[in-house]
């Protein structure tokens, strides 16, 4: 069964940087992309970043230059560096796993607080 567990959430004043990681594990012989979402109470959950095993990206226009998304092959590990953050930032952030095979899976979310 394939799990993805998440860290590096936390609270951040405005400005500040946070960096969260996403390692998957159990199954993953053929992953392909992993991926960042974010939701808000009572919104729909929305694509923050994307990447593919090759490296290349996706970004919502609302993070370009401030957020950057990166993996490590070798450790099945996805990074989200979050740099700028604003108050609008503050969500629950969602890892989220694409194999070739076409399933997927997320993981638990990790609280984002972006708050002075």
């Known amino acids: 069964q394939v799990q993805l567990v998440e860290s590096g959430g936390g609270l951040v004043q405005p400005g500040g940087s946070l960096r969260l990681s996403c390692v998957a594990s159990g199954g993953i012989a053929n992953l392909y992309a992993m991926a960042w979402y974010r939701q808000a109470p009572g919104k729909q959950r929305e694509l923050v970043a994307d990447?593919?095993?090759?490296?290349?990206?996706t970004y919502a226009d609302s993070v370009k230059g401030r957020f950057t998304i990166s993996r490590d092959n070798a450790k099945n590990t996805a990074y989200l560096q979050m740099n700028d953050l604003k108050p609008e930032d503050t969500d629950v952030y969602y890892c989220?796993?694409?194999?070739?095979?076409?399933?997927?899976?997320w993981g638990q979310g990790t609280q984002v607080t972006v708050s002075a």
């Open positions: 989220h796993a694409e194999f070739l095979n076409g399933s997927d899976y």
């Open positions: 990447i593919t095993r090759g490296g290349s990206t």
